[in-house]
T-cell receptor
Framework: KAGVTQTPRYLIKTRGQQVTLSCSPI?????VSWYQQTPGQGLQFLFE???????NKGNFPGRFSGRQFSNSRSEMNVSTLELGDSALYLC???????????????FGEGSRLTVL | DAKTTQPNSMESNEEEPVHLPCNHS???????IHWYRQLPSQGPEYVIH???SNVNNRMASLAIAEDRKSSTLILHRATLRDAAVYYC??????????FGPGTSLSVIP
């Protein structure tokens, strides 16, 4: 079956702009979680959506937001971009979500954002 | 959140077994221990998970200490494709997933 699809794979923005990233989960999966990966901070949890509701949130400023649609596809948005937002943004899908600790997460290949 | 400690890096010869340790002394009784790995330029991939008893699958084995304060991921015969960063993650129901720095495994031909 098709894996997790993230678009776009690469993008370049300038400071102050905003960006929207998309994640299409595996068919039948209702949970999508988002992560930021940087060389300095490693992999950090941003938030998780399950059946269109945010179920958990990491320690990121309000400039980072997300949503999930009825077909389980998810988007995350970063407003007023800063240089430090340059990172690989990964999403993962699962059947029951990260909050069900027996579940397996399936990750996409990520969207690499560069902020100039 | 349960804190984890893993070696920063390890080396293994190809076709030899590899034992990747993880200390999670603050784990709670209902936290499952998950292992993921991230190959270069890819997203993380699931390896294995367990609660109390040892677990085996086609990729690896997971040995969990009786007191659950530590676990060891065992790759029975390392291949070059196993070179990756390995993350040990205790996951609690209702909680977020915390990735530590992980262990960078190098496999020497």
């Amino acid at each position: 079956k098709a894996g997790v699809t993230q678009t776009p794979r690469y993008l370049i923005k300038t400071r102050g702009q905003q960006v929207t990233l998309s994640c299409s989960p595996i068919s039948g999966h209702r949970s999508v979680s988002w992560y930021q990966q940087t060389p300095g901070q490693g992999l950090q949890f941003l938030f998780e959506y399950f059946s269109e509701t945010q179920r958990n949130k990491g320690n990121f400023p309000g400039r980072f937001s997300g949503r999930q649609f009825s077909n389980s596809r998810s988007e995350m948005n970063v407003s007023t971009l800063e240089l430090g937002d340059s990172a690989l943004y990964l999403c993962a899908s699962s059947l029951a979500g990260v909050s069900t600790n027996t579940g397996e997460l399936f990750f996409g290949e990520g969207s690499r954002l560069t902020v100039l | 959140d349960a804190k984890t400690t893993q070696p920063n890096s390890m080396e293994s010869n190809e076709e030899e077994p590899v034992h990747l340790p993880c200390n999670h002394s603050t784990i709670s009784g209902t936290d499952y221990i998950h292992w993921y790995r991230q190959l270069p330029s890819q997203g993380p991939e699931y390896v294995i998970h367990g609660l109390t008893s040892n677990v085996n699958n086609r990729m690896a084995s997971l040995a969990i200490a009786e007191d659950r304060k530590s676990s060891t991921l065992i790759l029975h015969r390392a291949t070059l494709r196993d070179a990756a960063v390995y993350y040990c993650i205790p996951i609690r129901t209702g909680d977020k997933v915390i990735f530590g720095p992980g262990t960078s495994l190098s496999v020497i031909p």
